[in-house]
């Protein structure tokens, strides 16, 4: 469970609770996606002998998308149904 940054905080600005969880959903595919990128290239490396030092994720993917909606890296765009 996580508790920063609070649901009332990312759903301040008429934003609702759905439209949250779609977009870290969203954002955090984008990383993973980044991750096995990023995989891909240090094992392709690795593979032609050079000497590669794999990275280090801290984060789950879904707390760093979070965090990076409450920095407003992303902005979440209601629909005007």
């Known amino acids: 469970m996580m508790n ?3 649901i009332e905080k990312l759903t301040q600005n008429g ?3 759905y439209q949250v969880c779609i977009a870290t959903a ?3 595919r984008e ?3 980044e991750y096995n990128e990023e995989s891909a ?3 392709a490396q690795a593979e032609n002998g050079l000497a ?3 990275p280090v994720h801290d ?3 879904v707390k760093t998308a979070v965090h990076a909606i409450e ?3 992303f902005k979440i765009i209601a629909s005007e149904k």
């Open 4 to 6: 920063e940054p609070s």
């Open 15 to 17: 934003i609702n609770r």
């Open 26 to 28: 969203k954002i955090a």
């Open 31 to 33: 990383i993973i996606d």
């Open 41 to 43: 290239r240090i094992t």
């Open 52 to 54: 590669v030092k794999k």
């Open 59 to 61: 984060d789950k993917p």
């Open 71 to 73: 920095r407003g890296d």
